[in-house]
T-cell receptor
Framework: GENVEQHPSTLSVQEGDSAVIKCTYS??????FPWYKQELGKGPQLIID?????GEKKDQRIAVTLNKTAKHFSLHITETQPEDSAVYFC???????????????FGKGTHLIIQP | KAGVTQTPRYLIKTRGQQVTLSCSPI?????VSWYQQTPGQGLQFLFE???????NKGNFPGRFSGRQFSNSRSEMNVSTLELGDSALYLC??????????????FGPGTRLTVT
């Protein structure tokens, strides 16, 4: 089955600086890569996603890049703010021939700490 | 539009008992997936329901089961609870996309503690 590795497990950056989280996946059939933000006591919140036919996607301060050849994708947060502090998860999924998709396979998460 | 709702939010059960958790998806979403989140194993996929049928299943024992109703609401059941079943159980709903995975939106979860 699919395996997703995520690094680093903890990332501390100064407010205003950029943060980058990286993930690799094992199954070349995976074609959907979402990123989730989870705050304490809440469920994961979808913040951005990318599909395999796209190399990069941006939404305000957040961007995701995908390298299908190397099987890795990254989350970039610019101009970090205190409210960006949370645990971030990457995930991968693939379409099923009978319809729908395999369940999401998640990385182990990155605890992002924004230092004031 | 209201988000995914899960009930109850917290639950304490004893080993050997069974438990039923409930999930109401976002209005119009017909696919419901369940995940288990623990500190050791992280987020793991349990199963997915679409149009009242289990369409996909993760690698969990048969003690974990689920169902979906005609209004897309879903329940999951865990029988013969073990201490290791203590976890946050998350439900996610999505609009099915043709030939591609749909975006999944998560609820707040049900925190299950087994003593």
């Amino acid at each position: 089955g699919e395996n997703v590795e995520q690094h680093p497990s903890t990332l501390s950056v100064q407010e205003g600086d950029s943060a980058v989280i990286k993930c690799t996946y094992s199954d070349s059939a995976s074609n959907y890569f979402p990123w989730y933000k989870q705050e304490l006591g809440k469920g994961p919140q979808l913040i951005i996603d990318i599909r395999s036919n796209v190399g990069e996607k941006k939404d305000q301060r957040i961007a995701v890049t995908l390298n299908k050849t190397a099987k890795h994708f990254s989350l970039h947060i610019t101009e970090t703010q205190p409210e960006d502090s949370a645990v971030y998860f990457c995930a991968a999924s693939m379409s099923r021939s009978g319809g729908g998709a395999d369940g999401l396979t998640f990385g182990k998460g990155t605890h992002l700490i924004i230092q004031p | 539009k209201a988000g995914v709702t899960q009930t109850p939010r917290y639950l304490i059960k004893t080993r050997g008992q069974q438990v039923t958790l409930s999930c109401s998806p976002i209005s119009g979403h017909r696919s419901v997936s369940w995940y288990q989140q623990t500190p050791g194993q992280g987020l793991q996929f349990l199963f997915e329901y679409f149009s009242e049928t289990q369409r996909n299943k993760g690698n969990f024992p048969g003690r974990f089961s689920g169902r979906q109703f005609s209004n897309s609401r879903s329940e999951m059941n865990v029988s013969t609870l073990e201490l290791g079943d203590s976890a946050l159980y998350l439900c996610a709903s999505s609009l099915p996309k043709t030939g591609a995975p749909g975006e999944q939106y998560f609820g707040p979860g049900t925190r299950l503690t087994v003593t």
